[in-house]
């Protein structure tokens, strides 16, 4: 047989192999992760989509279950791996004047601060909670600052989450954590801020005791680059995209090691 023909099939066979390999952990999933949807819909929004799609595309041994917050059980949340907490439509800063909002959330807000031992990823919203949750004091900005912005982050300690020291984050939040809230920094070390207009965030944080991680930016993004502002080039967008990725990609590995 020809040298390339042999070549040729070599490649097929290893393609194959892979293929085989990869149908085979997608029957076998034995660990599973839950997405909590944040959001008041129990539809799954265009941002859980991607989240889900991420960790099937890279973990096809992985089992993602999202479930709506007012679902919360924990049993079966306690045989997972690692929870999700997503970003909402709805504002923790409400919570102080809508107490009946807060209560709706007490079952997410127990999970994060007593009942989960295992890795937690917070985003926007979920961040917000994890603040929250460990009485710190979340903030309303006058004004919208940031609408689906890209703006990079300087990480100032680099870790297995992030291990760079610079990425590129999707902003969509009025709500936020302040940098010098005295409860924040007694139980989260304070990795990544962004001075937003007069605004002073914490963009990354990491709790000193417990495995959570909470981002206010959206590593997940959009799916599509039509939702961003027109002046974002496509090469930041996907940029942006692929360092979020990366990012939830990181967490999924901490969970499973």
Known sequence: MPLFKTKIFSSIRRAFNKLKIK???AFKKTHII???NNYPSKAKSERIIRLENIIRINFPEIKVKTIHFSEINYYNLHKSKGLILTG???NVSSFYKNREMEHLFRNEIRLIKETYKNPILAICFGHQLAAHAFN?????MAYRVVSNDIISLDVRFPDKLIPHSTVLVNLNHKDYVDPYDFE????FRIIGT???DVYDTVQYMRHKRKPIFAVQFHPENHIGNYHYPPHISDEVIDKAKLDGEKIINGFVRLCII
């Open 23 to 25: 149908i085979r952990l």
């Open 34 to 36: 839950y997405i909590i």
């Open 88 to 90: 909402s439509s709805l």
């Open 136 to 140: 710190s004091k979340v903030k309303r």
């Open 184 to 187: 924040l920094r007694k139980h």
């Open 194 to 196: 962004l001075s937003l």
